[in-house]
């Protein structure tokens, strides 16, 4: 099956916070996303609340509940007890954990696996718990033993970070390294019987290689590339451009 299509609204909520006003509505344009074949929505919502607010969550949560059911709400973030408080109160599908400083620009690394495994352990126990999936962020490095303990400590999946491979937008040699580094990776979760997914920099150009090599990919979740793309070509055409690219038949 082609990797489902999650669209990350923190970008839009960031534009729409450059001013006290209620537009462009988040939740509108992530219904326009879903109603145009997107599988879910994910946020990422950081302590000062720079992009997506607290106060974007339960109507997020309320559009996939009453009018997309078989969708997804994705949400993203460290661990921190805040974020993990908003996790509860909001039942997200799946919960995506990142080892960034909650005051970064954006996620860039993935999870010292064995460094961080006490931690972990006990925060997918909690989610575990509540009955969501867990994906762990990981870098694309092929790592069996990093990968070991994250299916050890209770993940679901693993969500490759894509952010080098990205950047090769003007070097396809380095990209073909980065995708089959990040298709090694893949392949060793796989075996271990962890989902995978991806995100971060994916574009129309660069996802049909990553799904190529990658063609159990479950899910890729995109924010900054597809609204750049939304702003020229609208919204429900780049969902349907994205889905292309993951393989989807649209």
Sequence with gaps: MPAKLSVNL??????????????????????????????????????????????DLSPIRSLIDA?????????????????????????????????DDPAQATSDHGWDFRKERGVLEKVVGRL????????????????????????????????????????????????????????ATADIAFELGLGVNAGHDLTVANLPPLAARIPALDEVSIGHGLTADALEYGMAETIRRFCRACGQPV
Aim: aromatic share 8%; glycine share 10%; charged share 25%.
């Design 10 to 55: 923190n970008a839009i909520a960031m534009l729409r916070n450059r001013r006290d006003l209620p537009w462009p509505s988040v939740a509108g344009l992530g219904k326009i996303a879903l109603t145009a074949g997107a599988s879910g929505l994910t946020v990422h919502p950081r302590p000062d609340q720079r992009h997506i607010r607290f106060t």
């Design 128 to 183: 575990k718990g509540l009955g969501l999936r867990v994906s762990l962020f990981a870098d694309a490095e092929p790592d069996r033993e990093a990968l070991q303990i994250a299916r050890d400590v209770g993940a679901d999946r693993i969500e490759l970070y894509t952010g080098p491979y990205g950047g090769c937008y003007d070097d396809p040699a380095r990209a073909a390294v980065l995708v089959e580094a990040l298709g």
């Design 67 to 99: 009018e997309f059911p078989q969708a997804e709400f994705n949400m993203e973030g460290y661990p921190e007890e805040g974020f993990l408080r908003l996790v509860e109160e909001h039942r997200p599908e799946q919960v995506t954990l990142v080892p």
